[in-house]
């Protein structure tokens, strides 16, 4: 079966500021996606961006921007510029492709923007 | 478009009690799904749909039921109640399987459940 980790539990960042949040996955399929969630404090489950594994280039979506490695099955989320409602759980996601239905979700990382 | 709508909210049970959280979706879409989220945890998927009349168990389904008779619909049985199904349960709903290109899971606002 197929897991994701989030070793970092909490990250703070400086507003306008550069933050990395890190998530690894294992599997052994060559064909899937992977995706980050933000869930803020209202509760809501919002896609911020999402990455498919066949695809070598980096997803990028405005201040939103992945580093994806698939040999070390790894899938970074980099926010730049970080304002104040970036403030939120972020969640990294994991599905098979080919008609896959179940996500795998990590623990999550909480994130605070500092103003 | 009002998207995944979910009721109720929040919710109070005691112990051995039963009750249904509804999910309906607007959107014409084919697959419904319904997460639970405890603390400090990522979501866990209890059951899903792919149709109308069709359902199946996802990776924690003991002590739930769900239906599907209609697209719009799929609400989330709980018989028994225990304390730990404390939890935040969320449905969700996509017009194809998420591991499609461009596929996009749409999340309802999710419903608190403590059980006491």
């Known amino acids: 079966a197929q897991t994701v980790t989030q070793s970092q539990p909490e990250m703070s960042v400086q507003e306008a500021e550069t933050v990395t949040l890190s998530c690894t996955y294992d599997?052994?399929?060559?064909?899937?996606?992977l995706f980050w969630y933000k869930q803020p404090p209202s509760r809501q489950m919002i896609l911020v961006i999402r990455?498919?594994?066949?695809?070598?280039q980096n997803a990028t979506e405005n201040r939103f921007s992945v580093n994806f490695q698939k040999a070390a099955k790894s899938f970074s989320l980099k926010i730049s510029d970080s304002q104040l409602g970036d403030t939120a759980m972020y969640f990294c996601a994991f599905i098979h492709g080919a008609g896959s239905y179940q996500l795998t979700f990590g623990k999550g990382t909480k994130l605070s923007v500092i103003p | 478009n009002a998207g995944v709508t979910q009721t109720p909210k929040f919710r109070i049970l005691k112990i051995g009690q039963s009750m249904t959280l509804q999910c309906a979706q607007d959107?014409?879409?084919?697959?419904m799904y319904w997460y639970r989220q405890d603390p400090g945890m990522g979501l866990k998927l209890i059951y899903y749909s792919v149709g109308a009349g069709i359902t199946d168990k996802g990776e924690v389904p003991n002590g739930y039921n769900v239906s599907r008779s209609t697209t719009e619909d799929f609400p989330l049985r709980l018989e028994l109640a225990a304390p730990s199904q404390t939890s935040v349960y969320f449905c969700a709903s996509s017009y194809s399987s998420v591991g499609a290109t461009n596929e996009k899971l749409f999340f309802g606002s999710g419903t608190q459940l403590s059980v006491l």
């Open positions: 959107m014409n879409h084919n697959y």
């Open positions: 990455q498919e594994a066949y695809k070598q």
């Open positions: 599997t052994s399929e060559n064909n899937y996606y």
